[in-house]
Structures are given as C-alpha cells and as structure tokens.
C-alpha cells in the first residue's frame, strides 16, 4: 500500500486500486500517489495494469472541499488541477495496457482517468432502480470542461454525442454508457477486475513489441489532448473565481453537507 493507492499483484498485472475513503476524492495527495504507483508498476515490469476503485465508487473526481479551501491562493489551486491533470497524463502516456475496472459511479474526475485507460469495464448496479452512471457533469456545478478533457470522450463516443453530454453535464447509467460506447463492457460488480484480467490476458498473448509500437501510435492523440497548451489551466483558474462558478459549487457543498 502507497499512500492513498493499493497495489495487488495478479501475475504479471498488476492492481492499483484508489483506496482514499469515503468516495476516492482526487486531491494532490492521491494523484501523486497515483503517478508514482503507475512508475513504480513500469519499473518493476508489470506487463499491464488494473485501475479499479471501491465497490460503488470508482472516483467522485476532484476533491471540491480541498479546493475550495485554498480559497484565494491561485497558485495552489493551479497547482491542484496540474496534479489531477498529472495523474491523467501518466495513465493516457503509459507504456503498457492499463484497464479501468469501474465498480460504481465514476462523475467528473472519474470519468477523465477512465477515458485515459485502454478499455473500462463498468459494474451493473446491484439496483436497477439506481444505476452506476459516468459522465464529465462539470457543467451542473459551474464548472467548463477544458479542451484536453472534451477530447478525451470526442474520441470515444464521437464530436456531437460528446458535445451533447459535455455542454449539459450528463451522468449516462452504467447500460447507455455501455450502448453508446463510453464504457467498452460491463459485468456484476464483484467481476469487473475478472474481466479487466481477461481482457489484458488476451492482448498480452500478442507478440509484445509490435503490440505496444502499434498501441504507442495509436493513442498519440489521447497523449496530446493532455498536453498544456489544451487544458488552459491559467483560464481554468481565472473561471474558478466567477460568481456562477462559486454559486455552483457552493451548492454542491451544501448537497454533500458540508456548506
């Protein structure tokens, strides 16, 4: 266990499991914790890797409380969405297959370092009458999603499906991200790491050079979408301080119980 990860060996796969309770906030701490798990996976060998949070939870995305503590220190905030953005970048830039195993929501954050991962695998809920939902719902809290993020689902699911989620802030059940293509498949919630090992078991019985030369060019465009120049955090920063923005947020707090 690194602080904030947990790592389970399975052969040559290897786990990197969030483990920051109670929803797997995405503050500073984790996502370095995250970064150096992903190098240290690379450096011991791993042939491929398992992102996978908590039953019911993979990520709720960033952490809004920490930020909005740092209250009017941008540079600070600017800080926390570089090492968000950090953490999506090293998973989108790794050099062996990563697989996200989706066993609960995945909003905002969640959603961004899925969509950074080869395949996602989503968990049915075990209620039908609350499903698991993913989506980038930055809008419905007064937040703009920036241009590397918008990139990371126009790529998956197509420009106008995207632009049609991204602009309302829509969180998609578990079974219409599976039909629209936003998840790649979905099984019960105890199974979703099984089927992550399965489906890396199956591309790691390819010949291994030309698979990863092939997945390298494949994904460039996932590695520069995340690129600074298309996240615009300084403009991210200056948007975090508008009234809307605030306003939105501010409820949010006050929906988690803690405004």
Known sequence: MTSHVQI????????????????????PALCRALIAALDAAVAGDADAVVL???????SAGLDVPHLLSLGED??????????????????AALRIPVVAAIAGHAPAGGCVLSLCCDYRVMARSPDP?????????????????????????????????????LVAGTMVPAEEAWRIGLVDELAEGDAVVARALAWLEGLLR???????QTRALARADLVRALDPEHLHLDRFVDGWYEPDTQAGLQ???ARLGKG
Do not use: C, K
């Open 8 to 27: 389970l060996d399975h052969g040559r796969i290897r786990e990197l499991r969030l483990a920051r309770p109670p929803v797997n906030a995405l503050d």
């Open 52 to 58: 996978s949070g908590a039953p019911g939870i993979f």
């Open 206 to 212: 390819l010949p291994r050079a030309p698979m990863l």
């Open 74 to 91: 941008r540079h600070a905030l600017h800080a926390a969405w570089g090492a968000f953005f950090g953490a999506a970048r090293a998973l």
């Open 129 to 165: 009458a609350r499903p698991y939902a993913i989506g980038m719902n930055e809008t419905q809290v007064g937040l703009a999603v920036p241009d590397g993020a918008q990139q990371l689902m126009r790529r998956v699911i197509g420009q106008h499906p995207a632009e049609r989620l």
């Open 251 to 253: 409820a949010l707090m």
